[in-house]
RNA sequence: GGAGAGGUGGCUGAGUGGUCGAAAGCGGCGGUCUUGAAAACCGUUGAAGGGUUUAUUCCUUCCGGGGGUUCGAAUCCCUCCCUCUCCGCCA
């Protein structure tokens, strides 16, 4: 979330900045909340100080033998009077914490201005996509070819956006995943870690997707609940929460392959068909924590970690900036990558890296300092898709195939797939 | 799932109703000593928020979370969460 300070100092500015992503708020009402909080605060912190002096007073009496029966009638009013300040104090400041928590965050300057996706930015595009002497097939076709990919059967276990993965597509999905993780570990300098697939509420408040997106959850009700992850992006992310990191920890660079689960609530008619958008996904997520002054330098090579694997498997693509109206909640910057599909003669999304500067680290009390006795500060954290796994699959398939509807391999992916180079029927 | 123990500052750990934001030790920072360092000694050292100001001062909150009792709670009561040990079950 954002600085408190800026409801109550830079409020135009604030107004002005929001309406860069399409998000307006009443100032009128929450300014009105504002000095009525700051009255009821002082009124509050008062009684309080008064409590405590003559509490104090009271003990010293006791221990001298002295009468405190008036001072204790004096106390009993203040505990009154005080109770009914604290009461209102409280409710007005969760109203304030209620609004606040859903505010998004800030584009950074460097944000084409927009309103929705076709005011996103191309920044940059690599590979020319191929020209097929034949019409290609999508992933659907292709799979149920070669008997790799199987929707009717998973509907049938647990019902639509779930597919089941068969034979040489199932091995060729498991390799790209542990391929990824190489990369990123071996040439990238990132540290693996294994993280739970549940979490609970805070951890996903940190991360930003509580309480405004709940619908877009899978919900184990127990008390208190568990929540599937939507993206290794929380549990990953939450490692740093109520941390005060030094200075030479950082960065910190972590990859985590995990499985994603998402809702995709309202989304129904969108990608009806095929492993686009599933309940379900296989995902490889980068993560780093770094200070505040390098964040953006970071966010430029996170995404070019990324954009590595595509590079490596030879699959066209484009970077995308997306604009204020289509950044995410609590990102200030995103980089799309998105991926040539011959079938649809589109690019579609296949990772997404995002600098959040300190809107997360201020929800996770993620701080670090510069010395030891420094004052701490909010860290900066990124992410981005280091890929989607499933739509890389898919990318992969349709990209790689002949007229024969076979599929070649890659050939940084043949020491995963045990030197098979063709999936053929 | 059953039985027991426990959650206190960066860490270890004392504190069972009143000057406790919290002893002591470790660690950190500053200093003395030293050519330098170590040791020793002395001093210092939590976070968040608000008011007033812009450089000072004042105040509030925080001892796992929430609620309660009380003039006053780290301390008493209720409740939830978590950790550890033993037993059971289990990959």
């Keep these: 979330m954002l ?29 009105a909340l ?24 009271i003990g010293q009496k006791k221990a001298k033998g002295e009468n405190t029966e008036d001072s204790l009638a004096k106390g009993e009013k203040i505990a009154k009077a005080l109770q009914e300040k604290e009461e209102a104090l409280k409710s007005l400041q969760k109203k304030l914490w209620d609004f606040q928590t859903t505010v998004p965050n800030l584009p950074h300057v460097s944000v084409p201005p927009g309103k929705n996706p076709l005011d996103n930015l191309e920044v940059r595009k690599w590979k020319e996509p191929p ?19 199987d929707f009717d059967q998973a509907t049938r276990i647990a019902g639509s956006r779930f597919v089941i993965l068969n034979g040489p597509v199932a091995e060729l999905h498991r390799a ?49 609940p568990y929540y599937l992850i939507p993206t290794a992006e929380v549990p990953v992310t939450n490692l740093v929460r109520e941390r005060i990191l030094e200075a ?35 995902k490889v997520e980068l993560v780093q924590v770094v200070r505040p002054e390098h964040s953006y330098k970071i966010l430029e090579e996170l995404t070019s970690h990324a954009e590595t694997i595509l ?17 995410g909640f609590a990102a200030a910057k995103t980089y799309d990558l998105e991926v040539w599909l011959p079938s649809q003669k589109i690019y579609r999304e296949i990772s ?74």
């Design 3 to 31: 600085d408190p300070k800026v409801f109550r100092q830079k409020i135009n500015d604030l107004q002005e900045k929001l309406k860069l992503r399409n998000f307006t708020i009443d100032l009128d009402w929450l300014q």
């Design 34 to 57: 504002e000095a009525e909080r700051k009255i009821l605060q002082s009124q509050t912190q008062a009684l309080q100080n008064e409590r405590n002096v003559l509490s104090k007073q």
């Design 131 to 149: 020209l097929f002497p034949f019409e290609p097939l999508d992933h659907i076709a292709l799979g149920k070819r070669l008997h790799g990919i």
């Design 176 to 224: 790209l995943t542990n391929w990824m993780l190489d990369v990123h570990t071996k040439e990238h300098g990132y540290t693996e870690v294994y993280v739970p697939y549940l979490v609970n509420e805070n951890s996903l408040f940190g991360t930003g997707q509580l309480p405004k997106f709940e619908s877009e959850l899978f919900k184990i009700e127990r008390d208190p």
């Design 248 to 282: 030479e920890a950082l960065p910190l660079k972590w990859v985590s392959h995990t499985p994603c689960f998402r809702s995709e609530a309202g989304s129904y008619g969108k990608d009806l068909h095929g492993m686009i958008r599933q309940h379900q996904f296989e």
């Design 311 to 327: 590079k490596k498997l030879e699959l066209p693509y484009r970077v995308i900036a997306l604009c204020g109206g289509d950044l």
């Design 352 to 425: 997404s890296c995002s600098n959040f500067e300190s809107f997360q680290a201020r929800r996770l009390e993620a701080r670090w300092r510069e010395t030891p006795s420094a004052k701490p500060d909010y860290v900066h954290t990124l992410n981005g898709s280091g890929l989607a796994v499933g739509r890389t699959l898919i990318a992969l398939m349709e990209n790689y195939q002949d007229q024969n509807g076979n599929i070649a391999i890659p050939a940084v992916l043949h020491p995963y797939m045990k030197g098979i180079t063709h999936i053929e029927k």
